[in-house]
């Protein structure tokens, strides 16, 4: 039997956005330890399947630094970036959110959320 399987897309944005922004990337939180640096943080948050072929996956982009305006060009910097995402597997579908500041109130490190929708392909696999 087959059926249609879909990339994982934090793994996905992390590999792509990892090539144009340096940084520490992750699906987890900012670390309780971590006080500087630049911290991207990205979560799938849900979607749907399009026409059973296709997976329209939401992902929510958390960018943190001490430095509020680094945060902020960082966040907008993934924003453009994914806006412009095209692969063989997927491409940028919409903007959910803009990039807007969600501070940290436990770690007091300036935060910028934003969030997309992208297309993936689904590939065809044989289950038992």
Not at 48 to 66: G, N, Q, T, Y
Not at 80 to 91: D, I, S
Not at 112 to 127: A, K, S
Request: glycine letters at 6%; charged letters at 25%; one cysteine or more.
């Amino acid at each position: 039997m087959q059926t249609v399987m879909f990339p994982d897309p934090v793994s996905e944005v992390i590999t792509y956005l990892a090539q144009h922004i340096d940084g520490d990337f992750s699906q987890e939180p900012r670390p309780d330890d971590m006080k500087r640096g630049l911290y991207v943080q990205v979560v799938d948050g849900g979607g749907v399947h399009f026409e059973k072929v296709m997976d329209d996956a939401r992902v929510i982009l958390e960018v943190s630094h001490e430095d509020s305006t680094v945060a902020s060009e960082n966040a907008r910097r993934c924003d453009a970036l994914l806006r412009v995402y095209a692969t063989p597997m997927g491409r940028w579908l919409n903007t959910i959110s803009r990039p807007h500041y969600e501070p940290d109130p436990d770690l007091r490190v300036p935060v910028y959320q934003l969030t997309h929708t992208l297309r993936f392909r689904g590939v065809e696999v044989d289950v038992p």
